[in-house]
């Protein structure tokens, strides 16, 4: 009765021990993989968050003028008929260096 009972006790502490640490579907394989799967849910929230930006982004240069001419006066410096443009030059450090002597 006794090598019965030592037995069961045995077998429910393999069990105990397989269902914590055994195997792929053990406890602290669930609870790594919870981690896991938590921070690649947050890597996906942010790059939806990025999509959207970058399709605003799209949608705004594909259908406003505003943002368009914006662009475009900016980086290539354009400018509409009748308006003058005006550009301030950075004083070379060089130059100014030998002007003194």
Request: aromatic content about 8%.
């Amino acid at each position: 009765m006794r090598l019965r009972y030592a037995l069961g006790a045995v077998a429910l502490a393999g069990a105990v021990y397989f269902a914590l640490f055994g195997g792929e579907y053990g406890m602290l394989e669930m609870r790594r993989m919870r981690i896991e799967r938590e921070r690649e849910q947050a890597r996906l929230d942010e790059v939806r968050a990025e999509v959207a930006r970058l399709q605003a982004r799209a949608d705004s240069l594909e259908s406003d003028a505003a943002t368009i001419e914006r662009i475009a006066r900016e980086r290539w410096g354009l400018i509409r008929p009748g308006e003058r443009l005006y550009r301030f030059a950075q004083p070379d450090s060089t130059s100014a260096d030998t002007s003194r002597h």
